[in-house]
């Protein structure tokens, strides 16, 4: 399988909420484009679809470390952190992604 059939296999498998399956798939397509905003992204989201809120906020750090201008992915390691309950580092998350992208149209839902 090639890194683009990872990739496009493990969103698949995201959409029909197969997450534990698509999580082996997006780990892969990750390492192959690890530049890629949607990939990180869904690979938290297939981690907090599975459960893993813990595996989430690791796969955000990693995604945050390859691409630290992303908004998004910020923005999803706050909403991850606030469900862990720890909210001074969600708190933090989020200012960054409000810092990188003031008019994005999510913010109103944390301010």
């Not at 197969?18 to 530049?35: D, G, R, T, V």
């Not at 949607?38 to 595996?55: F, I, K, R, T």
């Not at 909403?79 to 200012?95: F, G, S, V, W």
Request: proline letters at 3%; charged letters at 25%; glycine letters at 4%.
């Amino acid at each position: 399988m090639t890194a683009q059939e990872f990739k496009e296999t493990g969103q698949k498998l995201l959409k029909s909420r197969q997450y534990a399956e698509a999580i082996s798939l997006m780990k892969s397509a990750a390492e192959a484009f690890p530049k890629d905003e949607s990939v990180w992204s869904d690979l938290m989201l297939a981690a907090s679809g599975n459960g893993q809120h813990e595996q989430s906020v690791e796969f955000a750090k990693q995604g945050i470390r390859q691409l630290p201008r992303s908004d998004c992915l910020w923005r999803n390691l706050g909403n991850e952190l606030t469900i862990l309950d720890r909210l001074e580092e969600a708190e933090k998350a989020l200012i960054n992604s409000e810092n990188l992208n003031s008019n994005a149209p999510w913010l109103w839902r944390y301010w």
